[in-house]
């Protein structure tokens, strides 16, 4: 197969992954989206294969098949509440691949006697280099921010904030000494050792970005390493001269890239604050003393929650990360279907930093089968909350707290949050008066309309569920 | 390649990237990034080169390694994609 043939496949390839970009934008196209890319991507290997002369096809055979396997045992076995893990984990896996190609490709440059000018470039060795460096940096970043990213999400690595004295300084010191390896490699390329060291660098590097950052703040970092994922693909494909490459890559940099500034106008907070600040760990006492809540709060149980219930003519249901933790989506979705029965309009509003992923909530109720136009964006939703008979706010917290709304100089000021408060009754469903990620107390669970279900949200969604069929 | 034609398609690709994906709506943010990133797994191609050309045996193996991590990425990314979309359904009433 001739170079031009190789390189029109890899268009079309490009222009699939494309084309399965645009059709990820709406729910009845995102299928047959995903599945051009898969398309394309099989295009891209199979031509691949055909046109290099490949020396030991029974490795290649074998590492396909491990990947392979292992890649679909993963996909088909993992629960939905562990997706936010198994994405994350992902992200990492592109960035590794990335730091060993690059390396390999270094390597065998150099036994070929071409220092600086790779075998597989045409191109000249500075781009060579400097791609070959960013390569590593960018790759060993994602792959060990990801790698912690996992073990918070999955409960390994503590979800709290790790902080401590001098932090930024460490931060800014490791990264100059990546840059600086990198340099080193540029100058003086026949000591593949930089690149080692460069990507051991940038591999601390990963770890100490990710440690400070709480759980809350998970749906940024996931989509920023699905940013660099992308970009270390890119970059990538700078040392090989490969159009493909460097085409997914941009495409997927500029995705996670869109999906963090979503994430972050969604806190109200830069990205620079969410990766060198950061609420959770320095306001933790932003207690005043002054008990809003004393004597104001009011329990209920299920039973006249259902009572209530049992009058309302639309309701909508307020979910968030708690909702996950007590796995209590199936008794949410049985409850809306009894509602639905008696002829209640139920919806759900979803606030964009709901959960630990982007659109962690929507996944999770897609899996309960609710149809997916009763999940309302916080924009539509907000201006019905006046409307709404009753909203169950099931483990949200931060993203309902009215001062973010209402008061200035607190951490959430000033993010944009589910209007609950306005509807006629809110349903609060919480273990305790405990704050949220913030740290700080929440209005809401004072408030006249406001009654506190307190218990574990699979319980009291069950005893709800009970409740209501008998009342 | 010269290296002005292939940061052109870079630059352009990006911007493609930002017109393509703007619009996604937040229901669909989890899929979005597991599909693309399955597309970022891209780099197998990469490996498939330093796995199967490899002259020594070190590039073999990292190149093999890469292979590894790429195809968990490509095959995992798609399917876990796909199991998810094939949720997101419109109950008809």
């Known amino acids: 197969m001739t170079a031009a043939i190789v390189n029109l496949i890899y268009l079309l390839a490009a222009v699939l992954f494309i084309v399965g970009l645009k059709g990820l934008g709406h729910p009845r196209s995102a299928v047959r989206g995903n599945l051009l890319g898969a398309l394309g991507m099989l295009l891209a290997i199979v031509a691949t294969l055909v046109a290099q002369d490949i020396l030991n096809p029974v490795l290649i055979v074998a590492g396909l098949a491990v990947g392979g396997v292992i890649g679909a045992v993963f996909a088909l076995t993992i629960k939905m509440t562990a997706m936010p893990q198994l994405v994350g984990l992902y992200n990492g896996f592109g960035g590794i691949a990335s730091v060993l190609v690059a390396g390999a490709v270094l390597v065998q440059a150099l036994n070929a006697g071409i220092s600086g000018a790779g075998v597989e470039t045409g191109g000249g060795g500075l781009q060579f280099l400097i791609a070959t460096a960013a390569s590593g940096l960018i790759g060993g970043v994602t792959f060990f921010g990801s790698v912690i990213a996992f073990g918070k999400l999955q409960g390994l690595v503590t979800e709290k904030p790790v902080r401590y004295p001098g932090e930024q300084v460490v931060k800014v010191v490791v990264a100059l000494a990546a840059v600086a390896a990198g340099v080193l490699l540029v100058r003086d390329p026949a000591r593949v050792e930089y690149y080692w060291a460069l990507a051991g660098i940038a591999s601390l590097l990963g770890i100490l970005l990710v440690m400070p950052i709480g759980g809350a703040d998970m749906p940024i970092v996931i989509a920023l390493l699905n940013s660099y994922s992308g970009i270390a693909a890119a970059a990538t494909g700078f040392v090989l001269t490969n159009t493909v490459l460097i085409i997914a890559g941009s495409l997927v940099g500029a995705s996670g890239i869109i999906l963090t500034n979503i994430m972050c106008k969604a806190m109200n907070r830069s990205l620079a604050n969410v990766l060198f600040g950061g609420v959770g760990a320095v306001q933790k006492s932003a207690d005043d003393g002054d008990d809003i809540y004393a004597g104001r709060v009011k329990s209920t149980s299920p039973e006249e929650v259902a009572m209530i219930l049992k009058t309302a003519q639309k309701v909508s249901f307020v979910p968030g990360y708690g909702m996950a933790v007590a796995r209590a989506q199936t008794p949410v979705r049985i409850l809306s279907e009894l509602l639905e029965a008696d002829g209640v309009h139920v919806d759900f509003g979803i606030h964009p930093v709901a959960g630990r992923m982007p659109g962690h909530m929507n996944v999770l109720l897609a899996e309960e089968n609710i149809s997916y136009d009763k999940l309302r964006e916080m924009d539509q939703i907000n201006p019905e909350f006046p409307n709404t008979d009753v909203v169950i706010v099931l483990g949200a917290n931060d993203v309902v707290n009215p001062l973010a709304r209402d008061s200035a100089g607190t951490p959430i000021s000033g993010m944009p949050i589910l209007n609950v408060d306005q509807a006629r009754t809110v349903v609060v469903i919480k273990r305790s008066l405990s704050p949220g990620f913030a740290g700080i107390k929440n209005p809401l669970f004072a408030a006249d309309n406001t009654l506190m279900l307190f218990g574990d949200g699979k319980a009291m969604m069950e005893g709800l569920v009970s409740a209501y069929k008998e009342a | ?93």
């Open chain 2, 1 to 93: 390649m010269d290296f002005v034609l292939i940061v052109t398609i870079f630059v352009l690709a990006v911007f493609v990237g930002f017109e393509v994906i703007t619009k996604v709506p937040p229901i669909l943010h989890t899929p979005l990034m597991s599909g693309s990133n399955a597309i970022s797994g891209i780099t197998v191609i990469g490996a498939l080169v330093a796995a199967g050309t490899g002259q020594s045996t070190l590039t073999v193996w990292l190149g093999f390694a890469a292979l590894v991590f790429a195809t968990i990425n490509v095959v995992g990314g798609f399917l876990v994609t796909h199991r998810m979309l094939s949720k997101f359904r419109k109950r008809e009433q």
